[in-house]
């Protein structure tokens, strides 16, 4: 938790480096950051990639037990707009 709090409030910053070594990378500017540009963007995604997966450990427990209530409403709403259309033909 701690770790994902840390990196969403840095989260900013991440990207605002990765603008400007990606920029420094693709637009071929001669600059000293030209080697530093290509492994800060892989680090950075590396970074994404960990972070995702810790996000998605720490949001789909919460989805799975919301889960019965989401079909539960799902099933509701699709049963009232069955009804209802099926009432308007008549």
Do not use: H
Request: aromatic share 18%; charged share 5%.
């Amino acid at each position: 938790m701690i770790a994902v709090g840390a990196f969403l409030i840095s989260s900013p910053i991440d990207w605002i480096i990765l603008e400007i070594l990606t920029i420094s990378f693709f637009a071929k500017i001669p600059c000293i950051f030209d080697q530093l540009a290509f492994w800060g963007i892989i680090a950075l995604a590396v970074v994404g990639v960990v972070t995702a997966i810790a996000l998605l450990g720490f949001i789909l427990p919460i989805v799975i037990s919301l889960l019965p209530f989401i079909i539960l409403i799902f099933l509701a709403v699709s049963l009232y707009r069955f009804f209802n259309y099926s009432y308007n033909f008549k």
